[in-house]
Every structure is written in C-alpha cells, then in structure tokens.
C-alpha cells in the first residue's frame, strides 16, 4: 500500500459518500465540498453508508491513486456523523486502516533537531551528565 509519511496530512470525510464514485468524483468531491486542494498530495479518506467500506484519493506527483478497501468482520471504527472533515495523524490514519479503534491512538511529538550535533559535543554532554548523578 502507499503509505502516508508524518509529512502528508490525511483528511477523513465524515459523511458517507455514494461509493459508485469513481477518481473523478471523489476529487470533484474534494474541491466541491471541502475547499481543498486535491492535487496537495494529502489523503482523502471515504466512508460508505455501511461500515465496511472505504476508498483512499490521494495525487502521488505523477497521477491520481485510488485505493478501495473493504475489510471483513466488524467494519472499520468511524467517528460520529458530522459534517465537514477530520484530520487524522499517520498514526491514527494506519489503525483506522487495518480496523483498529484509531481514537485510542496517541503519538509523541518530536522536536525536530536544528542542527546536528558532532560526536565531540554529544561525548561531552554525556560526560558531563554522568558527573551529575
């Protein structure tokens, strides 16, 4: 599968939407009735009106990719009808993915670093915080 990276947003469209759509009308969905860009790149997530069901529209830089999925047992865990969009993180996005309670799913933030740090410095700020304790 084309798997989203923490760098991608994936949005998940509350209501269901006619699963006789195909790419086009996915995307038309998209720019209709969410103002955005279905060509950013990001993963646009569909639910149909039963809960086993879900198409993926995402555009990959070359082309449109369209991945439908219907998983067995007992369906995916959709939120509450509503409308508008949900933003999911990558996280969440692969638990809702394999039908997994994906609003139970917390990540860790990460500070991304600013620069890295040389050997010399990081052998002596272990030094030094081996000293302390």
């Keep these: 599968m084309i798997a989203p990276s923490s760098s991608f947003k994936i949005f998940l469209a509350m209501q269901p939407v006619d699963f006789r759509k195909g790419i086009d009308g996915l995307v038309n969905y998209v720019a209709e009735n969410f103002d ?10 569909f639910r149909s009106k039963g809960r086993d069901k879900m198409k993926i529209v995402m555009w990959d830089g070359t082309g449109l990719v369209l991945i439908y999925k219907r998983i067995e047992g007992k369906g995916f ?5 509503e409308d508008g969009t949900l933003s999911l993180t990558k996280a969440q996005f692969e ?5 997994i309670d994906w609003r139970n799913v917390t990540t860790s933030r990460y500070l991304r670093p600013h620069k890295p740090q040389s050997h010399s410095t990081q052998s002596r700020q272990n030094s030094d915080q081996a000293h302390e304790h």
């Design 36 to 45: 955005l860009d279905p060509f950013s790149g990001a993963f646009f997530v």
């Design 77 to 81: 865990y959709w939120p509450n009808l």
């Design 95 to 99: 638990a809702l993915f394999e039908g």
